[in-house]
T-cell receptor, first 113, second 115 residues
Framework: AQSVTQLGSHVSVSEGALVLLRCNYS??????LFWYVQYPNQGLQLLLK??????LVKGINGFEAEFKKSETSFHLTKPSAHMSDAAEYFC???????????FGTGTSLTVIP | NAGVTQTPKFQVLKTGQSMTLQCAQD?????MSWYRQDPGMGLRLIHY???????DQGEVPNGYNVSRSTTEDFPLRLLSAAPSQTSVYFC??????????????FGAGSRLTVL
């Protein structure tokens, strides 16, 4: 069965600092991994996805994530945080059927001016 | 192009009442699903559908029913609401891709409170 674990339910960074949000996965098959972002009172929207084409994946708004099989990780990073990055971030893995997705518990990102 | 539309946005129920959360998508996606979001628990899959007339259970299906009579609509029914069903509900749709990395498109959510 597939699952993801997000380390740190709350992360605070200063504006302009590096953002690092952690996600570890468990999967019996090569995983399809995703990062979604949720702004207050909105639904989730896709930041980026990993499909095995490349281990470093670039997404929207300057975010990227690196797939590391040896560490079973898919951490999300952004070199310089912006106030508009304050949101909740979810890591997700696709289930075996392709129609089920399993989400982490989320990480709330606060950006301090 | 409206995407995924959920109604209502807010609802308050009393224990034992029934209601239906509506979900409609206009993207001709074959897959639709319902999630609930609870603090500290992320999103959990309630039910999903791979096409009209086909539904299946997710992680937390108890207390919920679904049906899919058309490609566009996927309503979620609470037959006898319980306080444990107080949550934010999200409907999502997706389509299969060659890469296999199907991307979910979410609605804006429905916040349900059961007293």
């Amino acid at each position: 069965a597939q699952s993801v674990t997000q380390l740190g339910s709350h992360v605070s960074v200063s504006e302009g600092a590096l953002v690092l949000l952690r996600c570890n996965y468990s999967s019996s098959v090569p995983p399809y991994l995703f990062w979604y972002v949720q702004y207050p009172n909105q639904g989730l929207q896709l930041l980026l996805k990993y499909t095995s084409a490349a281990t470093l994946v670039k997404g929207i708004n300057g975010f990227e994530a690196e797939f590391k099989k040896s560490e079973t990780s898919f951490h999300l990073t952004k070199p310089s945080a912006h106030m508009s990055d304050a949101a909740e971030y979810f890591c997700a893995v696709r289930g075996n059927t392709g129609n089920q997705f399993y989400f982490g518990t989320g990480t709330s990102l606060t950006v301090i001016p | 192009n409206a995407g995924v539309t959920q109604t209502p946005k807010f609802q308050v129920l009393k224990t034992g009442q029934s209601m239906t959360l509506q979900c409609a998508q206009d993207m001709n996606h074959e897959y639709m699903s319902w999630y609930r979001q609870d603090p500290g628990m992320g999103l959990r899959l309630i039910h999903y559908s791979v096409g009209a007339g086909i539904t299946d259970q997710g992680e937390v299906p108890n207390g919920y029913n679904v049906s899919r009579s058309t490609t566009e609509d996927f309503p979620l029914r609470l037959l006898s609401a319980a306080p444990s069903q107080t949550s934010v509900y999200f409907c999502a749709s997706s389509y299969s891709t060659v890469s296999g990395a199907n991307v979910l498109t979410f609605g804006a959510g429905s916040r349900l409170t059961v007293l």
